[in-house]
T-cell receptor
Framework: DTAVSQTPKYLVTQMGNDKSIKCEQNLGHDTMYWYKQDSKKFLKIMFSYNNKELIINETVPNRFSPKSPDKAHLNLHINSLELGDSAVYFC?????????????FGNGTRLTVT | GDSVTQMEGPVTLSEEAFLTINCTYTATGYPSLFWYVQYPGEGLQLLLKATKADDKGSNKGFEATYRKETTSFHLEKGSVQVSDSAVYFCALSAGGAQKLVFGQGTRLTINP
């Protein structure tokens, strides 16, 4: 069974559209994250949720809105897509709030905005 | 703020060569340190970790030692294989920040 699964794996869309990426984890973890990986492989956190509560919101345009219906799911909705949104988006989860607890990552969603 | 700096890639080696990928960090307090590996088309996987000074993390023949005096966590392997070709990320978690701060990644290619 996949621990952290994201859908879709690939997403190609036009500028101005609205799209969503879904993420589910079956590890029983309390915290989930969205990371963005740009074309140079640089990874940066976007959001994290703990038990459905937003705890980290790094300087991300408000066109990006995470939604956590329960602690096993963290979806990412993007409005008015722009060319610069093209990247690979990774969902991840971890056991609890303590530092030193590593993250489990999904396989990524490659978003291409044309 | 907290940051991680890795050696510039790409790194290309022959099979059975010795590998070192340098990683240094800046952080307040005493961070935990990690190495992740990303194989083509996949998400990151934890390779090894160390949570306090002088700890050595190891896995799959890879090792890294937490050096507080030099703020480093260099990744080493004695004899690399073609299957080790991937992108390697150094990361830290500090101050209860509940997030990882990643380095820029180092692409490693091993030729047969």
């Amino acid at each position: 069974d996949t621990a952290v699964s994201q859908t879709p794996k690939y997403l190609v869309t036009q500028m101005g559209n609205d799209k969503s990426i879904k993420c589910e984890q079956n590890l029983g973890h309390d915290t989930m994250y969205w990371y963005k990986q740009d074309s140079k492989k640089f990874l940066k956190i976007m959001f994290s949720y703990n038990n459905k509560e937003l705890i980290i919101n790094e300087t991300v345009p408000n066109r990006f809105s995470p939604k956590s219906p329960d602690k096993a799911h963290l979806n990412l909705h993007i409005n008015s897509l722009e060319l610069g949104d093209s990247a690979v988006y990774f969902c991840a989860s971890s056991q609890d709030r303590q530092r030193g607890i590593p993250l489990h990552f999904g396989n990524g969603t490659r978003l291409t905005v044309t | 703020g907290d940051s991680v700096t890795q050696m510039e890639g790409p790194v290309t080696l022959s099979e059975e060569a010795f590998l070192t990928i340098n990683c240094t960090y800046t952080a307040t307090g005493y961070p935990s340190l990690f190495w992740y590996v990303q194989y083509p088309g996949e998400g990151l996987q934890l390779l090894l970790k160390a949570t306090k000074a002088d700890d050595k993390g190891s896995n799959k023949g890879f090792e890294a030692t937490y050096r507080k005096e030099t703020t480093s966590f260099h990744l080493e392997k004695g004899s690399v294989q073609v299957s080790d070709s991937a992108v390697y990320f150094c990361a830290l978690s500090a101050g209860g920040a509940q997030k990882l701060v990643f380095g820029q990644g180092t692409r490693l290619t091993i030729n047969p």
